[in-house]
């Protein structure tokens, strides 16, 4: 394995066609682009190679950089974004992009932005971010691995786009003539392409390591593959072909004998089974990649063992976003989003295990400085300021300074900001306060900070003009790429304008490269236009100041680049405070509150903000905060169960502070449970026909065949499901309860069960619509009592995030992950009661079983909560005896501890079965005897 830094190449230079008008550009780059990637990675057998060495890649899955759809539409990501997340992967030790951006295809014009938006025909402007995606992923020294088509019909297109005109059905993709010629078309179309920035063929382009038939196809067959790979060889020889389906090997990519990849996906993936998969497709003499794996799987017991398998040529997370063109961080729905260094603790600790996969495979992580944000703008709303920047690549978090007059510059809040950062309310925003913003690398180390804006009581909108969304008309102009980002010219040597409608405009600054060739005009229309009076700033930037007209304009002349327009308008102030308003919820006097609630109020006339406080009866604030611009609110905070809290809200501007009515409110959580809860204890099943129709496999799974067993300790029912790991890796039952259970204020479940010595047995819940699994510490065969804690519990990797909230459970499973075969017993699922939640009572005189039991736990549980002996609905937690011990005054002996548990049992037995009780009665006497006889 091998870690390249090759020196950079002097490319060709070419004009960048627009990615947001159908304009032909005709300007010249500011910047000669260069590049990294100066020799092709190769395949030797079963491996990848660059410079004669071993080539591993650390992946990552960029699906956007051609197309996107998370903009508020489908449309071009600008070229910021590009950089940005490029910048971000690089900095992570991320050297090979798996990217759709070459899948890009419609019907009947259906997507106007496609490379192909009908059959057979092409947009050549719909190239431009995939120009710029390559380039720079060259200059970077980022390698790409680039789908041509899909199997699915998402905004980019698919294989349908081939078959569909004309008449075919989708299989016929892989068969009929007429589509694999349409295909081929559009293969040559793409792979015969020249980036128009760097002059470069993308067939003689060592960033792009490999051309993939598809993403994902499920009818691949081997004459089609065969085809194919040979086709797109003849036109890139020095370019690796890639094939994969869904989620396991396709037979034919084994024996497709000029196949380089074969390229598999994982939601979840587990060490074992990449490794397992690895091994068959090297065997065949191809490289494994796992293109695609959920990224809410990247730790580091996932990726350090592949680290050391040099069967695995790379490990590709799905999917990498980076900052928003405005604020903040590219949000995404799919549940494996991830963005670094991180925006949640969750995906931090995620990112770090995606460097140290790096590190680990010979990958040098660049050490990089940060760069400036930039702030977006300033907006002042009754008398109150509010800052917005654009994030920066590498970034942990922020921080807002702010200075008035020649004063120092302070902090605008008491905190650094976290990496999702992107807005901040200056609660005091004194008169006449400038701002800037840096941000803080991972170690806290503060970064250049960003340009100082001058709101002077005004507002300030910033737009970089990456795209044409704040602009309110352009013509002549196009946004042109360049190393550094874009910028804006003119088109094709005529000047060209872009416009912009701000209410109370009074100022606009420009950035252009040549102040000579750009003019200021305004417009009280926008439709005549009169040239403003400007001046030229020590920095270049073109000012007009003093206006009074809403519209303004820049008209460009020559090779003349606009980076940036900074436009002032003047904000009115409030006269009076805040209008009255109300709380909402909780209302005054709720109970039974289990979870901490979204706080929600009115709004209130003039508010520029919102102050929260949360307290408890003693008057102690638990939560509070201040800035909040919405008018709801949840407070990262943890109630105490059986608890009064009281909860109120300010309204503020810049004149004073409104209180809300009532003043207060109050609300009660609920106390926790002092009675476990059976949720299974396999009584109510009369044969194995009840059982199975309750317990159904999942048919994505092993083998599995439901019966009735028996639990010798306790001579009950259980469940006994007979199971074979073979083929699938894992088996597995689900209940769905027929009314959801509410486990709020346990601490978590208790079960007995027998399980065979090296399979996995996991317990798999659905509370609140998401699924949460843990793994059992089961240890040795035979039965055992097991406690596992709420916590425990987490979010299967193919699920996404989500916090478990136990209040509505509906569901129940059970799954054994492994490669063998064998029986699972299970019996008396029960929910553990805190033991906060039960007071201790002195049972009495020794060696007499009264007044009761202390805090409750299972039978060698090492320290759960309460476990039900048997029987169905609910026991009290005093039926069974606690981890810690009972708690007694005077003697301990044997016997008062035996006599002591035969009061719990008979405590507990009102909420068991008769036929259960007299199950137990000889065991309980037992019990006692001996422990008498002691």
Partial sequence: MCAVVATGVLLGSFAPLSPHQAEAASAAPRAEWTTQNTEFVTRDASRLQLGGETFRASGANIYWLGLDENVGGVDYPTFFRIKDTLDSAHRAGITVVRSHMATSTAQDDANTLALMPSLGEYDDDAFATIDFAVAYAGSLGIRLILPLTDEWEYYHGGHRDFTTPLGLESADFYTDPRAIAAYQDYVDHVVGRTNALTGVPYAEDPTIMAWELGNELEGMTLPWIDEQVAHIKQQAPSQLVAAGRRFDIDPDTLAATALDIVDVHYYPPTAARVSADAATVTAAGKVYIAGEYASTAATPALLSPLAQDPAVSGMFAWSLFGHDDRAGLVPHDDGFTFHLPGGTPSEESRAEAIRQYARDIGVVLPALPLEAPLVTSVQRAQGISTITWRGTAGAAGYVVERQVADQSWTTVTEEALGASAGTVTDIESPAGASYRVRALDGTGTTGPASDIVHPDGGDVLVDPVQDWRLSSEHDGVTVAADPDGGSVTATDGTPGTVAWQRAGLTRAELQVDEPAAARIETSADGSTWV?????????GSVVADGLADDHVRVVLTGDAHLTRATLRSAAVDPTTAPGAFSLQAPLDETTGITSTPDFAWTAATDAAYYRFALTNAEGTVVASADGLTGTSYRPDVTLVPGTTYQWSVEAVNGVGTTTSV?????????????????????????????????????????????????????GSQAGQFAYDLAGPGYAGVVRTLAEPQDWWGYTGLSLSLRAPAGDDVTVQIVAGGSYFETTLPVEGEGWQQIDVPFNAFAPPAWAGDAVLDPSSVTQLAFYLGGDGAGELLVDDVVTTVDPAAVVPVDPGTPGTPGGGAGPAAGPGSGGGGAVPVSGTGTVPAS????????????????????????ASVIAGAVALRAARRRRLASTITAVVERGEAS
Wanted: no cysteine.
């Fill in 879 to 902: 039926a069974t005896t606690a981890s810690t011990g009972l708690s007694f005054t005077g003697s301990t002996s044997t016997t008062a501890l035996a006599l002591a548990a035969l």
């Fill in 662 to 714: 009532p003043t207060t409110a109050s609300f009660a959580t609920r106390p926790l449970p002092t009675e476990a809860l059976v949720v299974e204890d396999f009584e109510e099943y009369a044969d194995d026909a009840a059982l199975t129709s309750t317990y159904v496999r999942n048919t994505g799974g092993g083998a599995v065949t439901p019966t009735l067993g028996e639990n010798p300790s306790t």
């Fill in 531 to 539: 040239p403003a009076a400007t001046v030229v700033t020590d920095e």
